[in-house]
């Protein structure tokens, strides 16, 4: 059951992963990540529905690694668990920005070599 959401989440996430690139364009997400602040997922620490976000964030880090010139690993050796916490900094220091915002800002800054 959990595979076909996080492939679910993967397919759809592909085409936010393009609109970072366009902040002026409108791009559709689905999913609790796509939809919630910052502020939410950090209340959702410690919490039965951080799994929704641990979830969402493997989905998007999935699709990420599709797009083609990724390299494969945007993460570039860091796991899961290490975004997850670079991914709470950011939203404990942006908690009205939406959590999308701050997975983007991860692929942004590993992408710059920070």
């Known amino acids: ?7 679910s989440a993967a397919l759809s996430l592909f085409v936010t ?6 902040p002026e364009r409108t791009i559709t997400t ?14 959702s620490l ?5 799994f929704h976000y641990f979830a969402f964030t493997a989905g998007f880090f999935t699709a ?3 797009v083609p010139g990724s390299g494969g ?11 997850m916490l670079v991914v709470e900094k950011y939203c404990r220091e942006n908690p009205m920005m939406g959590f ?14 920070h």
Do not use: W
């Not at 059951?1 to 492939?7: A, C, F, H, T, V």
């Not at 410690?46 to 951080?50: A, L, W």
């Not at 690993?73 to 975004?83: I, P, T, Y």
């Not at 999308?100 to 070599?113: A, C, D, T, W, Y």
């Open 17 to 22: 992963a393009h609109a970072a690139d366009s």
């Open 100 to 113: 999308i915002n701050g997975l983007n800002q991860l692929v942004i800054r590993g992408s710059k070599g």
């Open 30 to 43: 689905y999913g609790l990540g796509g939809t919630k602040t910052c502020g939410a997922f950090i209340r």
């Open 46 to 50: 410690n919490t039965p529905e951080y």
């Open 73 to 83: 690993n945007v993460l570039e050796g860091a796991d899961l668990n290490d975004a």
């Open 1 to 7: 059951m959990i595979l076909p959401i996080l492939i």
């Open 64 to 66: 990420k690694n599709m």
